[in-house]
RNA sequence: GGUGAGGUGGGUGAGAGGCUGAAACCACCAGUUUGCUAAACUGGCGUACGGGAAACUGUACCGCGGGUUCGAAUCCCGCCCUCACCGCCA
């Protein structure tokens, strides 16, 4: 959520900032003003109440204390008539406070300047390319059909025991897998990130802390018997390691990354978008998060992408890099490039990765802060995240892009994990 | 699943209706002193939201939510969580 203070200070700059998310914020940001200041007003109120009410009971408990009796006795009347007075003010600013909150929560961040402007996913600005367009021998097939002919992937029994969306994979399929997730493993422990298992369930609060929820919790599985929910991506968990925390300055950049089991209900997809490895209820990611100094976290933001570009480099896939439009950023994000690598007998772009600075946007839901070296004062962190990499579209391109007669080739660099340099099926 | 104990500041941990935003110790910060490091000593040291140009100041917060009381960290009720032991179990 947008900080409170950022939008009485400067709210025509807020509302300019979100029009390039295509949204008018101006009549949300003047009710809150308006509901803002009306709180103040009532809490200043209600303070004064408080503190008279509080002197009244210490001269009652010393005049009690002095054995005047009676004279504390005359005095409670006025405590009493303070007290009821009180709770109809606190009644009144409670439900203030829980109408601005709900108004500020509404707010989605802020679009970094360099956004572009833009509506649709067409509007996003193609920062760079990188590799060749792959060049497919005759009677190419998609990647489901190729899991098929290699047994790789089980779509037909993933139905069976669960149901769309959920495959199961086999053999060389299983293998890659694992051979994925330990290469993308080990290269962001090279490059400084801690590895972390965390918990497949969050509860409400660390899906808050993230922004899932309250809007979102229609695309994550809830088990409603402990009201605990299926992690959508590992970055709910990892990032929610820090929710409540002040780190010292000196600990930053956190950097951290996971694998996890990614679930999610995506309700209302179908056709062709959806089949085979292109949209699932479950998969699995390598993601990469990191808590940063607000001064660096652009810096930090490009580390991150280089690096994601270097993963995908080493695998050898045609790829490109977006910067995501005002109109298509995601609630959270102040900027947003997503990967995409090319699909070649599917003839499109998949997205594989999406790396985000949050500025302070989840760090003020989540209470994540910093201590300064300069005034020791706690301030809001920034927080990145992205994925290296999401696994499906990754294993689907490299089916597509590296068919041919003998089987599917691996790039090099997976060998020593998979133990096998083709994809044969046996 | 059963039984018991307990949730207090960055940490350990006291407090058991008013003198407690909270002892003490550790950690941390500043300073004094001493060739350096260390030690010793002195002082400081929670968070949030208000008010104020600022110095400063008001209110709230002892797991969460209610209640009793003039007054609650302290008493009562509900909930959540943690720990221990037993049972079951990878």
């Known amino acids: 959520m947008l900080q409170l ?6 709210a025509e700059g807020v509302i300019a900032a979100l029009a390039k998310r295509h949204i008018d914020a101006r009549p949300a940001v003047e009710a809150l003003l308006a ?5 103040r007003h009532l809490q200043s109120e209600t303070e004064s109440q408080q503190a008279q009410a509080n002197a009244l009971a210490k001269s009652i408990g010393q005049l009690f204390r002095e054995g005047k009796a009676a004279e504390a006795e005359s005095m409670k009347a ?5 007290k009821e007075r009180l709770g109809e003010l606190a009644t009144s600013l409670h439900a203030l406070e829980e109408k601005e909150r709900a108004q500020l929560i509404a707010l989605p961040n802020m679009p970094h300047a360099a956004v572009p402007a833009g509506k649709h996913a067409d509007d996003n600005e193609v920062v760079r ?9 005759e009677g190419h097939v998609p990647h489901w059909e190729l899991a098929e002919r290699y047994k790789l992937i089980d779509f037909e029994r993933g139905v069976k025991i669960t149901g769309a969306g959920f495959p199961v994979y086999t053999g060389q399929g299983a293998r890659l897998q694992r051979a994925l997730i330990q290469f993308f493993l080990d290269r962001n422990t090279a490059a400084g990130y801690l590895e972390i298992q965390p918990p497949l369930f969050i509860n409400e609060a660390s899906g808050f802390g993230t922004g899932q929820l309250p809007d979102k919790e229609g695309q ?6 402990d009201n605990l929910f299926a992690i959508p991506t590992a970055e709910v968990p990892i990032t929610n390691l820090l929710r409540d925390e002040i780190v010292a300055q000196s600990e930053l950049p956190i950097k951290m ?15 062709k978008d959806v089949r085979g490895l292109n949209r699932l209820h479950q ?13 660096h976290s652009y810096t930090r933001l490009e580390e991150m992408v280089a690096h994601v570009a270097s993963l995908l480099e080493d695998l050898g896939l045609h790829y490109r890099i977006l910067r995501l439009c005002g109109g298509d950023m995601g609630f959270t994000s102040a900027l947003t490039y997503d990967f995409e690598v090319w699909s070649a007998a599917q003839a499109r772009w998949l997205e594989v990765s999406s790396v985000s600075n949050f500025e302070t946007f989840q760090a003020n839901r989540l209470k994540l802060r910093y201590r300064s070296e300069e005034d020791h004062k706690p301030y809001l962190a920034h927080t990145l995240n992205g994925s290296a990499l999401a696994l499906p579209r990754i294993v689907a391109a490299l089916l597509e892009n590296n068919q041919g007669p003998e ?3 691996l790039p090099e660099v997976l060998v020593p994990y998979t133990g096998f340099a083709r994809i044969t099926g046996s």
Not at 35 to 39: A, Y
Not at 220 to 225: G, L, S
Not at 287 to 294: N, Q
Request: proline letters at 5%; one cysteine or more; hydrophobic letters at 30%.
């Open 5 to 10: 203070n950022t939008i009485r200070q400067d």
């Open 35 to 39: 509901l803002n200041e009306q709180r």
């Open 78 to 82: 006025e405590s009493a008539a303070i």
């Open 129 to 137: 390319t990188w590799g060749e367009l792959p060049q497919l021998s």
């Open 220 to 225: 994550m599985y809830h088990i409603t018997e």
């Open 257 to 271: 990354t996971a694998y996890s089991p990614c679930f999610r209900r995506e309700a209302g997809s179908y056709g």
């Open 283 to 295: 998969f699995d990611k390598v993601e990469i998060v990191c808590v940063e100094h607000p001064d």
């Open 407 to 409: 089987g599917i080739r």
